[in-house]
């Protein structure tokens, strides 16, 4: 099972067009300090709740720090039965710096 990898421009897009759930797998804190806007923060605790909540055609964007983690986490998510899963190369790290300005706390 393969999972599609996204760079920063094209998860722009899929922001700006405002019909793709980002999910952020980094540390509470990280994620306080700073996350794609509209992102949700999922952990262990909290990724039950979302496969229950959370329709399997959503398109999804997981991302991480650098984009490694989230390479696991886009293909547990796939192995749940959602089926538009994608992992954000380069993580939040190469997002905020190509896009300083879409960063919300």
């Known amino acids: ?12 897009h899929y ?10 797998i980094r540390d509470q804190d990280s994620f306080h300090q700073g996350h794609i806007p509209t992102a ?3 952990d262990n605790q909290s990724i ?3 496969i ?6 959503t398109s999804i964007v ?8 989230s390479i696991s986490a886009a293909l547990y998510l796939k192995q749940k039965g959602f089926n538009n899963v ?4 380069g993580g939040f790290c ?12």
Request: with cysteine.
């Open 1 to 12: 099972m393969e999972i599609d990898r996204i760079k920063p421009e094209e998860a722009l």
């Open 15 to 24: 922001l700006q067009a405002g019909n793709t759930c980002f999910v952020d």
């Open 40 to 42: 949700q923060h999922l």
């Open 48 to 50: 039950l709740d979302f």
């Open 52 to 57: 229950e909540d959370t329709d399997t055609e």
């Open 62 to 69: 997981v991302y991480c720090f650098h984009g490694h983690s």
């Open 86 to 89: 994608m992992s954000l190369d």
């Open 94 to 105: 190469l997002w905020q710096e190509c896009y300083p300005d879409a960063v919300d706390q």
